[in-house]
């Protein structure tokens, strides 16, 4: 039965995205996604779905669905996962991740609503020393 599974909450996982640089430099059109493992363990068998989806100017846009696989995502390890055009900032972008840890397969999904990756909203990223957007 249904009531019988476990259902785990994803902790100590996040999501980011932050400015690209080169030199010193800021890249005004394209930046970076990261996932990043809090956990002082690594999770194995990461599968990351992207997908961006809203309307523009009137008109609706969604992007291809993206898919990215780690055999496995070390302890307080931030792992790139794809770059991101500062264009698609308008409309929501969509991160689906799965991974197993110890027996069980976690799974959780982090949206970058329209206009929240913005500096107004940047943290520190932890793992890779930069100024970011970060869901948790």
């Known amino acids: 039965m249904k009531k019988?599974?476990?259902?785990?909450?994803?902790e100590d996982f996040a999501v980011a995205i932050v400015p690209r640089e080169e030199?010193?430099?800021?890249?005004?059109?394209?930046?970076?996604?990261?996932?990043?493992?809090?956990r002082n363990e690594p999770?194995?068998?990461?599968?990351?779905?992207?997908?961006?989806y809203g309307e523009i100017e009137g008109e609706q846009m969604?992007?291809?669905v993206l898919r990215h696989f780690f055999n496995e995502i070390g302890p307080q390890c931030a792992?790139?996962?794809?770059p991101i055009q500062t264009k698609l900032f308008e409309i929501a972008n969509e991160y689906w991740v799965s991974f197993s840890f110890?027996?069980?397969?976690?799974?959780?999904?982090?949206?970058f609503?329209?206009?929240?990756i913005s500096e107004e909203n940047f943290t520190d990223i932890p793992f890779i020393d930069r100024k970011g957007v970060m869901i948790r």
């Open 79 to 82: 792992t790139h996962v794809e």
């Open 23 to 38: 030199n010193g430099v800021r890249d005004e059109e394209m930046w970076d996604v990261f996932v990043i493992n809090f």
């Open 62 to 64: 969604k992007t291809t």
């Open 113 to 116: 609503v329209k206009g929240s």
């Open 43 to 52: 999770i194995q068998n990461v599968l990351v779905n992207s997908r961006g």
């Open 4 to 10: 019988d599974i476990p259902q785990y909450k994803v």
């Open 102 to 111: 110890g027996d069980y397969m976690y799974d959780k999904k982090y949206v």
